[in-house]
């Protein structure tokens, strides 16, 4: 299973919530499975996905889900102790590793290696992680989405990218339309 | 009244409630002033790009965030500020020490002051230098400006400002 059809599959569990979601591939893949206003799209910033999310989930009550990379964490590792010592209870940060640099051709990540986020993000403190394989990422969400505690989800997911349009939509109407949707 | 005091005051009533620094030694009263005040979220980041992540979030979920930083972090934080916080136009106050220049001990902290400015101007991103204690009077200003105009804006305090180094 590679990245775009774990999204297909949580789209509909991801409408309701707030969604931060990473650059390149995966926001584009998002966008043409299910745009939403509740989804904010990084055009661009490698790597802060968890960080805007986690400042999102820290300043409104609304549960955040933040889906972000594994090449991309590996950019802002020092994201992990951030959040495991600002918990907050409605925010899910949603890795999909699939062991490579998505965007820029599948080079492969250390991830696909001997490196293990969801223990790195357990060395950083964080006391809800974990790892799970792309097909059960829907109910790892749901179960992490009801138990209301800061949850880091590792899915672990095969390399591959499905070719979607750019997005085209202008950063401060992204930003406009979701801000009204974290306000409704 | 203490120059941290005073800066923080501004902060808060300039409904600034989430608060990510980075630590400089001249900035270390400011940053426990913040840290001692309620009023305020204070989130201390490892790298200032992480921050203006946190920052530009915060804004988002409606709380009027701020950034405290060393002047080195422009050399870090340029991509943040051009395709996130300048894309999206989200203001972010900065208030930066300015290492590297009057009174400064460190002469490779002068490498990155005398980039400074220069970097800030090519981002068009709003400088003001405070060298002179009572530079602090046009902070209020600063801020209101920073928000009115919804863009990142740099205050840069030297040595001379804090009362030397």
Known sequence: MIRY????????????????????IPSQELHAIDDQPSNFYMLGTMGLASSIGLGLALSQPKTVIAIDGD??????????????????GNFILLIVDNGSYGSTGDQPTYTGKKTSLAKMAEAAGCDRVVECQAEDTGTVLQAAIEAG??????????????????????????????????QA | MSIDTRIVDDLVANDIRFVTTV????????????????????????????GMGLCAGAFMGGKRPAIIMQNTAIG?????????????RM???????????????????????VHTKALLAQLHIPTYHFHHQSDVEELDLILKH????????????DANFWGGY
Do not use: W
């Open chain 1, 5 to 24: 059809e774990v999204l297909q599959n949580i789209a509909p569990l991801l409408r309701d919530h707030l969604v931060v979601c990473n650059i390149g």
């Open chain 1, 71 to 88: 090449g991309s964490v590996l950019t802002n590792l020092g994201t992990l102790p951030t959040i495991a010592n600002n918990p907050a």
């Open chain 1, 149 to 182: 505690e800061m949850t880091i989800i590792v899915c672990k997911c095969q390399s591959g990218n499905v070719k979607m349009p750019v997005i085209t939509m202008d950063p401060v109407v992204i930003r406009d339309r979701f801000m009204a949707a974290v």
């Open chain 2, 23 to 50: 630590p400089c030694k001249q900035l270390a009263g400011v940053i426990a002033e913040i840290d001692a005040r309620d009023e305020i979220y204070h989130i201390p980041s490892n790298k200032e790009d992480e």
């Open chain 2, 76 to 88: 870090v934080t340029i991509n943040a500020l051009a395709t996130l916080i300048q894309y999206y």
């Open chain 2, 91 to 113: 203001p972010l106050p900065m208030i930066i020490s300015y290492r590297g220049e009057l009174r400064e001990p460190i002469a490779c902290q002068v490498e990155m002051a």
């Open chain 2, 146 to 157: 920073c928000f009115m105009s919804s863009k990142p804006v740099a205050v840069l305090t």
